[in-house]
């Protein structure tokens, strides 16, 4: 973590990675650390709502809807939000957000799927609710480190009782590279959310891919931690 600790990526440069396509994060498959894991986060309940954090477009919201649940996501990218409903083939609408100024909402014609263009710690529960289910992948390990503090925050509060939170992290040697992903260690996850939740590892798996080698690494583990509120 140390040697990542300064390290910010503004606003506008992920915008700009979306604008040049370079979206190495995206995935056209569910995740299978989210199909392995979904049954935790379900707990046999239906119409969950769901929060994705930075969700980009991901192909697990649709997933999930088709499913009976309703998502809600964040991310800064209308190119990413305009290129999720596009893709699958989802008519939706467009609208202002009062309690966030600058801030658009688009929302599926079937008004299963809902997703906020803004900063993410401009998104507060009194903007769309709390949430039963929340799916993390690419959220915590992109906010900047220094913001990990006020991201455990706004994620605790959007938090129902009975919510179930799936976080996918990474670990590798931070040494030769900078982020993102950023490595999120089981002590920052504790640091984070382990006065209110409790933190489980559920599965961890070998991420390392061809395009890792570039980033100057030679292992990365991919891990998948349950988090449930502890009762207050």
Known sequence: MSAQANRVMALSEWEDRWKEGKIGFHRTEVHKLLENNLDKVVCGRKEIRF??????????MKWLADMGHTV??????????????EEQDLAYNEEAVPAIPGAKLFKSADGKISIYQCDLFKFSSAVAGKFGGIWDRGGLVAINPCDREKYGSLLVSLMNNDCRYLVDTVEYNPEPYKGPPFYVSEEDLKNMFGAHCIIELVQAIDGFEERHKAWGLDSL??????????AQ
């Open 221 to 230: 583990t991919e891990k998948v931690h349950l988090l449930s509120p502890k």
């Open 72 to 85: 809600v996501g964040v991310e800064i990218s209308q190119k990413g939000i305009k290129q999720f409903f």
């Open 51 to 60: 929060f994705f954090p930075l969700c980009g477009k991901s192909v697990d």
